[in-house]
């Protein structure tokens, strides 16, 4: 079988040409006007507010404002246990408009209980448990997966700072270096480490600032090398070496244990939906199963009582299968 022959003409193949003139040109613009200025934008949120023009103390200081911190990068307010979850989490709204946001969902859902049960006793107390609650353990969340990207990036950020200092540069340069190449939360985090040695602070002082700010695990032994080789000396590249490799042999390990667990997890996660699914399941089978005690106090009672005790059957399941190594 022949393949049949394609008649191009010269104006096809000029239109061709143009074609794809233009679109090199149009590409040729684009990375004309897209530059550094906007990859820069993109890697973190401290280079991000450099790019805007403003000033290194201004950024340090807006990045400490937005973690729930002062200007001198003391708690906000005196609950310091609430106070470190909001700096962790990496909430970048500020306290005072996340307060906003949990005080106009609490109000939300107290309208909306009031409504559809037309209780205002029970729309309190379900209003006063969601918003507090809720954006606590959105919180939780937040700060676990900050705490998950932070300690995949973190055995990477340790081989710069090895390569910069056996490059010859002293321990700020290197320390800048990660905040220039690193996305968050990594790139920030050594940014305002850099910004502090830079505006006085002494360099094991902005590395323990580094570790209240994160809270992650492995943060103290990377506090303990530098402190060590700043007081008594030591060739701080071959430390870090190693403990770039402990790092990532611990990581690994955590991965493994998760790996064993991940069926006891799923386990618990089955176990917890079912008696939901099986209730949805009679509903739509059986519509008069549960229609003909509905009505009666004690049966929401007890459908409190038992998600109650479902709640805490799942924390107890969680704190069974989730180790911390």
Known sequence: MTLPEVDVTPLVLFCLLVAGAAVLALE???LLFY???TYRKRINRRLELLNDGTS?????VQLRRERGLTNDGEFSFDIQALNQLVMQSGLSIGIGKAASFAAFGMLVIFAFIANWRDSLVEAAIVSLVAGIGLPY????VMRARRLKRFSVQFPDAIDVIVRSLRAGHPVPVALA??????PDPVGSEFGIVADEITYGADVETAIRNLHYRVGQDDLPLFVTAVSIQGSTGGN??????NLSSVIRQRFKLRRKVKAMASEARFSAMILSALPIGM???VQFVSPDFYGSVWQYDLTHYILYA???????????????VNFKI
């Open 137 to 140: 353990f959105v919180l939780r």
């Open 236 to 241: 701080l590249s071959e430390i870090l070496e």
């Open 279 to 281: 209730f949805f399941v």
């Open 28 to 30: 040729a613009m684009y």
């Open 35 to 37: 530059s550094t200025a």
């Open 177 to 182: 270096m990660v905040s220039r190449e690193f």
């Open 306 to 320: 038992a998600a109650g005790w479902m709640v805490l059957g799942n924390l107890l399941m969680y704190r069974m």
């Open 56 to 60: 290194r103390a201004n950024v340090l």
